[in-house]
C-alpha cells in the first residue's frame, strides 16, 4: 500500500498549482506583496506558515467536535495567534535580524486569510491527517508562490539571491554592472510584487485553459 | 504593379498562416486595403484611426525637431556655464545652429529609434501570436516616449521600459483601444520608479554631464522646478521668454510651450482632440496655483518653508515649466484613457490640472508630478463616466415621473396644462 492515498496525494498536490491559495483563489495577497522584496524573508515567512498553518489545522480538526460552531472563529483565533506566538519567538530567538526585517508580518500571519480560510472549509469537516496534509499542501503552494517572486524581486531589484552578489558589484561595477546593468529599484516596491503576481497568473492561465473562467 | 498590389498578393498567399497578421499588418499600415464592407450600409469616413494618430503625429513633429536643436543647445550652454560664460538665448544667433542640431540628434534619435523599434516588435508579436491585426496605436505612443524622457536615457533602459509598458499597460488589456492605462505615461512611470537616478537630479537633462561628472569638465544642468524645490529660485537665471519658448533644460519635448501650444491648436482644429479637457486642465492648474500664490501673500507660508519656492511661483509660470503643458496637450486628450462623457471629461481634465501642481508643489522627491496625476485620472475616468451617466439616467427619470400626463379632450386646455408643465 502506498503511504498517501490518491486522494490524499490530491490533496497535498492541487494547492500548488491547479487550485493555488494566491494565484487562483487570491487569498493572502497582502503579505506575498510586503515581505517578497528578498528572497530570505519570502522563504522564512513560507516557513513560518508550513508550520502554523500544518499544525493548526491538526490542532482544528483534533477539537472539531467540541467546538461549539457558535464561537469556533474565536477559537480558531486563539489557536492561530498561539501558533503564531510560537513562530515569533523562535524568530526572535535565533534569527532576530530576519525576524526584524519580517517585523509586523509574522504577526499578521494571523489575519492570512488562507488559515483561517483552510480551517473553515476544511479542517472543521475532515479528520487530522487529512487535514494535516490539506494545510501543508496550502502552505507549500503559498510558499511556492512567495519564493518565486522573492526570486525575480530580489534577483532584478537587489541583483542579489539570499544576499549574495550573483549579478556582481553595483559599486565596485563588476559583473554585468560594468557594462552598465543598473538594478531595478521598482522592483522593491511593493506594485512590481503585485504586477509579479498578475503575471504568474497569465502564465499559469495560458499553460492551463480549464483556469480561466468565463465571464 | 505597385508596392501596394504586391503586399496584396502577400497578404492573400499567406491567407490562414501564422504569420498572416504581419503581412495584413503591413498592408493596411501602409495602404487603405480594397476589401469593402460585406453586409448592410456603413459610413464611411476619413477619420479612422490611422489618420487619428497621423494627426497627433504632426502635431508632434515640431516639438521633436525642437527638442533636438534643444538637446544640443542645453548641451553647449552647460558648457559655456562651466566655463563661466553667461549665454544669452537668441533663436536665430546660438539656437538654430547645425552644432546644436548634430549634437541633439545625435542623442534624440537613438531614443526615437529604440522606442518605435522595440515597441512595434512586440505589436508585431502579439498580433501574430493572437492572430490579429497590428493596430496604429502605438504610432503616437512610439513618439510620445522619446519627447516625455530626459535625453541621456540609457537605450537599454528605454527598451526595458517600452516592453514592459506596451506589455503591461497595453497588451494584457487587449491591445489598443482597451487599456486603462496610457501606455507613454506608463513607460515613463516604469522609468521613473525603476532608474530614479537617471530621471531626476541635475545631471540627466544635459548630454554628457552624467558622463562628466566628478571630472574637471563637469556640467550640469538643473530645470526650473528643480530650482525651486530646492529654494534657489535666486540662481535661476531663466527668463519667462526663455520658459515660453523652450530654452530650458528638461525632458526632450516639454519645453517649447510655444510649440506645444500650436501642437494644440492643430489638434482643436482638426478636432483630433477635446478642448474640454484642455481647458478645464489649464483651469484646474490655474487654479491650484492662485491657491498656492494666495496662501503665500496671506502670509501662511514663510520663506523658511521648504514649499516656499515653489508655492510663491506665480500660477499662470506653471503652464510653462515642466511637463504640465505637454502633459496636458497630448497626453490627457489621449481617447481611450480619458473620460468619454462631456461633462466627464470636464471633472477628468480639471482634476488632471489640479493634482499635477499639487504633487509638484508638496512632494519634494517628485519635482514634476503631470505623469502620476494623469495615471491616477486614467484609473477614475470609468468611474467619472459611470456617475454622469447614472446622473443623466437619474435626471431623465425624474423628469419622466414630474411630467404632467396632458389630457387629451379640448385642445384649449391641453396648451393651457402645457404651458404651465414646462
Known amino acids: 500500500m502506498a503511504l498517501l492515498s490518491k486522494k490524499d496525494t490530491n490533496l497535498l498536490l492541487d494547492p500548488l498549482s491547479d487550485n493555488n491559495p494566491i494565484t487562483i483563489q487570491v487569498l493572502g495577497i497582502c503579505s506575498a506583496l510586503a515581505i517578497t522584496a528578498e528572497l530570505k524573508a519570502s522563504i522564512v515567512m513560507a516557513i513560518s506558515v508550513l508550520f502554523v498553518m500544518g499544525m493548526g489545522n491538526v490542532v482544528i480538526s483534533l477539537m472539531r467536535n467540541i467546538i461549539p460552531s457558535k464561537i469556533r472563529i474565536i477559537v480558531q483565533l486563539v489557536v492561530v495567534a498561539t501558533l503564531v506566538i510560537i513562530v515569533d519567538q523562535v524568530l526572535k530567538a535565533f534569527a532576530y535580524e530576519l525576524s526584524k526585517t519580517l517585523s509586523v508580518f509574522v504577526g499578521l500571519i494571523i489575519t492570512n486569510c488562507i488559515i483561517m480560510g483552510r480551517f473553515e472549509a476544511f479542517a472543521l469537516a475532515n479528520g487530522t491527517w487529512r487535514s494535516f496534509l490539506d494545510g501543508i499542501g496550502n502552505a507549500a503552494g503559498y510558499g511556492v508562490i512567495l519564493v518565486i517572486i522573492g526570486f525575480f524581486r530580489e534577483l532584478l531589484g537587489s541583483g542579489t539571491l539570499l544576499g549574495y552578489k550573483v549579478l556582481g558589484d553595483p559599486i565596485a561595477k563588476t559583473g554585468l554592472y560594468s557594462i552598465g546593468y543598473e538594478n531595478n529599484g521598482f522592483m522593491l516596491l511593493s506594485p512590481m510584487a503585485l504586477i509579479v503576481v498578475g503575471l504568474i497568473i497569465w502564465v499559469q492561465r495560458s499553460r492551463n485553459k480549464a483556469l480561466i473562467e468565463e465571464n | ?422
Open chain 2, 1 to 422: 504593379m505597385s508596392l501596394k498590389n504586391n503586399l496584396h498578393q502577400l497578404k492573400e498567399k499567406y491567407r490562414g498562416k501564422k504569420m498572416a497578421p504581419a503581412f495584413n499588418a503591413l498592408h493596411t499600415f501602409l495602404y487603405s486595403p480594397n476589401e469593402t464592407t460585406h453586409s448592410g450600409s456603413h459610413i464611411r469616413a476619413v477619420d479612422d484611426l490611422k489618420r487619428t494618430m497621423n494627426t497627433v503625429i504632426m502635431a508632434l513633429v515640431p516639438v521633436l525637431i525642437f527638442g533636438i536643436f534643444n538637446a544640443g543647445y542645453q548641451h553647449y550652454a552647460a558648457v559655456d556655464a562651466a566655463n563661466g560664460i553667461i549665454r544669452e538665448a537668441s533663436l536665430f544667433g546660438n539656437f538654430l545652429t547645425w552644432d546644436n542640431f548634430i549634437m541633439g540628434a545625435w542623442t534624440v534619435l537613438p531614443l526615437v529609434i529604440v522606442s518605435y523599434g522595440v515597441g512595434l516588435a512586440i505589436e508585431f508579436l502579439f498580433a501574430v501570436m493572437k492572430g490579429h491585426e497590428v493596430e496604429e496605436g502605438y504610432l503616437v505612443t512610439g513618439m510620445l516616449v522619446p519627447l516625455i524622457v530626459p535625453v541621456d536615457t540609457p537605450l537599454w533602459m528605454l527598451a526595458v521600459a517600452v516592453a514592459f509598458g506596451v506589455v503591461i499597460g497595453k497588451e494584457v488589456f487587449g491591445g489598443t483601444g482597451m487599456n486603462i492605462l496610457n501606455p507613454a505615461l506608463t513607460i515613463r512611470a516604469f522609468l521613473f520608479f525603476a532608474y530614479p537616478t537617471w530621471m531626476s537630479g541635475d545631471k540627466v537633462w544635459v548630454h554628457q554631464a552624467v558622463d562628466l561628472a566628478g571630472g574637471p569638465d563637469a556640467i550640469s544642468g538643473e530645470t526650473v522646478l528643480g530650482f525651486l524645490a530646492q529654494g534657489k529660485t535666486s540662481e535661476m537665471s531663466y527668463s519667462v521668454a526663455d520658459m515660453f519658448y523652450g530654452f530650458i533644460p528638461g525632458s526632450v519635448g516639454e519645453t517649447s510651450t510655444l510649440l506645444i501650444l500650436l501642437g494644440g491648436l492643430f489638434l482643436l482644429f482638426t478636432k483630433v482632440a477635446s478642448w474640454r479637457i484642455m481647458v478645464s486642465a489649464v483651469a484646474g492648474s490655474l487654479i491650484m496655483g492662485l491657491i498656492f500664490n494666495v496662501a503665500v501673500s496671506a502670509g501662511w507660508i514663510t520663506e523658511t518653508s521648504t514649499f516656499y519656492g515653489l508655492m510663491s511661483f506665480e500660477y499662470w509660470k506653471h503652464l510653462l515649466v515642466g511637463g504640465l503643458a505637454f502633459g496636458i496637450v497630448y497626453m490627457a486628450t489621449d481617447p481611450v484613457t480619458g473620460a468619454q462623457t462631456n461633462r466627464g471629461k470636464w471633472i477628468y481634465g480639471f482634476f488632471i490640472g489640479l493634482i499635477s501642481v499639487l504633487i509638484r508643489v508638496f512632494n519634494p522627491a517628485y519635482p514634476e508630478g503631470v505623469f502620476l496625476a494623469i495615471l491616477l485620472m486614467n484609473v477614475f475616468a470609468p468611474t467619472i463616466d459611470h456617475y454622469v451617466v447614472k446622473g443623466n439616467i437619474n435626471r431623465r427619470l425624474k423628469r419622466a415621473k414630474n411630467a404632467m400626463v396632458l389630457p387629451t379632450d379640448g385642445e384649449g386646455k391641453a396648451e393651457k396644462l402645457k404651458a404651465e408643465t414646462v
